[in-house]
């Protein structure tokens, strides 16, 4: 069986082989089907034009997406039979139409608790989103550790387009919902961290990256 992402939404294509004996097919057992709630936000529209993604995810397969950034190119691995499928059909949803194109990542963070760069926001840090949110996918289980990408959120059940890479460690709740992994360029992270960090009110080691993080563009392969 085959994998193969494509169309607007995150369409998954399904490819079946496996011809046995005569003219019967071999069957695959079919797949996880999760169904998601994407909810209109009037009060916080649209930051661009985008449609939300279809409310069912399958909950199995990977596809990567390549944010290449003014810094460098990060490939990120979803993981859509992880416990956030949903979370990972609206990231596909949001490349594919090319929201994150030409955004900048507005928070960065080096401290003792906490080594993230958060990414998603149009405007600046938490606001201009995609205009709908959709629950958590937690488990209580989740880790944060050095290369995992996870969904950002302004309080339980406000997903958007909102997320983060933790570049060291992130020693926070299980209330992330996790997207996947850093597969390649987490050596351009580290550039990031390395030109440094504005001082802000949060602390002198959490603020906007003391040279601006474009992504210029994200890819799904």
């Given at each position: 069986m085959k994998t193969r992402w494509s169309a607007a939404f995150g369409v998954?294509?399904?490819s079946l082989s496996g011809l046995v004996a005569g003219s019967s097919v071999a069957t695959a057992a079919p797949a996880p089907v999760t169904l998601c709630a994407f909810t209109p936000t009037p009060e916080n529209p649209a930051a661009r034009p985008v449609r939300p993604p279809l409310p069912v995810a399958l909950g199995f397969g990977t596809a990567d997406v390549t944010f290449q950034f003014n810094y460098g190119p990060v490939t990120v691995r979803l993981n859509r039979?992880?416990?956030?499928?949903?979370a990972v059909q609206n990231m596909a949803s949001l490349v594919l139409q090319r929201f994150y194109d030409q955004s900048q990542c507005w928070r960065l963070t080096d401290s003792a608790r906490l080594g993230?760069?958060?990414c998603g926001d149009i405007y600046e840090v938490e606001m201009g989103g995609p205009g709908y949110k959709f629950p958590d996918e937690v488990d209580g289980t989740e880790t944060y550790g050095r290369g995992t990408v996870a969904m950002g959120n302004q309080g339980p059940g406000t997903n958007g387009?909102?997320?983060?890479?933790v570049h060291s460690f992130a020693n926070i709740p299980a209330d992330y919902s996790v997207l996947g992994q850093v597969v390649q360029g987490m050596d351009v992270l580290d550039r990031m961290v390395a030109a440094g960090i504005t001082p802000t009110e949060r602390g002198p080691r959490d603020g906007e990256p003391a040279a601006?993080?474009?992504i210029t563009s994200a890819r799904l392969s």
């Open positions: 998954v294509m399904l039979a992880g416990a956030a499928p949903c993230v760069l958060q387009s909102e997320f983060f890479i601006p993080i474009t």
